[in-house]
């Protein structure tokens, strides 16, 4: 099982009246309700992480690890492919499930609203959060209700 996740307006929401936390590491805090959704949908479904951020490039997948770890979050993670040629977030998604050979469920938690207009085999298994709230339980248990589908049909 895997989550494709972003982390702008999911793991760290967008508000314009309150300034990001940057830790240590040099990257965004999580909020506390994103991490405790993200760590459920992990805990109950031991689902990997590919990440689909824009920030993917700026750290490799042991740097992400512990970006992740560092904010309570244990997972195996991966990363996109760069997005040289400036693909939107949807074409970016169509172009991996193009390439990949996915075998096994996913979800896709992000912001972005494009992702609305994806073929509706992936569409279903898309979350489209609020960028000023980010992730939340109810979000996480709808996650894990699509992880756990047993079947798999991507068309």
């Known amino acids: 099982m895997v989550i494709l996740l972003d982390i702008d307006g999911v793991m760290v929401p967008t508000t314009t009246?309150?300034?990001?936390?940057?830790?240590?590491?040099?990257?965004?805090?999580f909020s506390t309700k994103a991490i405790i959704s993200l760590q459920t949908i992990i805990?109950?479904?031991?689902?990997?992480?590919?990440?689909?951020?824009?920030?993917?490039s700026r750290f490799n997948k042991f740097q992400w690890e512990e970006i992740?770890?560092?904010?309570?979050?244990?997972?195996?993670?991966?990363?996109?492919?760069?997005?040289?040629?400036?693909l939107s977030r949807k074409e970016e998604i169509?172009?991996?499930f193009s390439k990949a050979s996915i075998s096994e469920n996913f979800v896709i938690l992000d912001d972005d609203k494009s992702l609305n207009g994806l073929p509706d085999s992936i569409k279903?298994?898309?979350i489209v959060t609020s960028g000023t709230v980010g992730?939340?339980?109810?979000q996480a248990n709808e996650a894990i209700n699509i992880l756990r589908k047993?079947?798999?049909?991507?068309?």
Do not use: C, M, Q
């Open 43 to 56: 805990k109950s479904t031991g689902a990997s992480i590919l990440l689909t951020t824009s920030h993917k």
């Open 68 to 86: 992740f770890k560092t904010r309570g979050i244990v997972a195996n993670i991966d990363v996109l492919e760069n997005n040289e040629d400036n």
């Open 150 to 155: 047993e079947e798999f049909i991507l068309a």
């Open 94 to 96: 169509l172009r991996w």
């Open 135 to 138: 992730l939340t339980i109810d």
């Open 17 to 29: 009246w309150k300034p990001t936390e940057i830790l240590s590491d040099g990257f965004a805090n």
């Open 124 to 126: 279903n298994k898309t």
